[in-house]
């Protein structure tokens, strides 16, 4: 009985945590936070999370080409096997509050780098196979109010999980920096693509992007 409620209390812990740094993403991307429902309901094996949100908002989180929505799939799925889920997100409910807003970029000197760095961080840890190896190197550009991270995974992570998984996060932390004021471009390498050898210009640097 004791190793039965241990079980169930490390399950319910799982669940919270994941919908804890899937809400901190979706977050991120949003005006409004304060209109944003997220609905998770758990079955068996599995459970679906809804997702319902200003109406100015709703935009931002489906993308160009349903991007972004389909890059949250693609979070949520790689969250939730990461920690025993299997995680569904259907398509973005249509919103019941608010007014539509043209969306328009502005630069933000004060956008909160070290929040959205350590979100980076804390959703590749908990969805790359080793946590311990995960680490970003950050440049700044200040005349091109732009940052560049380079996210660094173990060498022996999945080619897929690093591609496939990696595009899905540039496409997300290019709609955060937006959201924040600043354009955020994500370079996600695994350690076995270097040599040792280091480019001189940043050009170089960045010729080799997945």
């Known amino acids: 009985m004791l190793g039965a409620k241990t079980k169930t209390m490390n399950q319910t812990d799982k669940r919270l945590a994941f919908l804890?740094?899937?809400?901190?993403?979706?977050?991120e991307?949003?005006?409004h936070p304060e209109d944003l429902v997220l609905e998770a309901?758990?079955?068996t094996q599995s459970i679906v999370v809804t997702i319902q949100a200003h109406a100015a908002d709703t935009p931002r989180l489906i993308g160009e080409g349903a991007a972004n929505?389909?890059?949250?799939?693609?979070l949520a799925v790689a969250l939730g096997a990461r920690a025993g889920l299997r995680v569904s997100i259907p398509p973005i409910r249509e919103p019941v509050v608010g007014k539509p807003d043209r969306y328009k970029f502005a630069p933000n000197e004060s956008w909160p780098k070290e929040k959205i760095i350590k979100l980076l961080l804390?959703?590749?840890?908990g969805t790359f196979s080793d946590p311990d190896a995960v680490e970003a190197k950050v440049f700044d550009d200040d005349s091109t109010v732009s940052t560049t991270v380079e996210l660094w995974v173990a060498r022996n992570e999945r080619l897929a999980l690093v591609t496939g998984f990696g595009s899905a996060l540039r496409t997300l932390f290019d709609a955060i920096g937006k959201a924040n004021g600043r354009l955020l471009y994500l370079d996600v390498v695994a350690k076995k693509d270097v040599d040792g050898r280091q480019p001189a210009t940043a050009a170089g640097r960045f010729a080799g992007e997945l």
């Open 20 to 27: 804890g740094l899937f809400r901190r993403v979706v977050t």
């Open 29 to 31: 991307i949003i005006s």
């Open 41 to 43: 309901k758990q079955f």
């Open 69 to 74: 929505y389909k890059a949250l799939v693609l």
């Open 122 to 125: 804390d959703v590749a840890r």
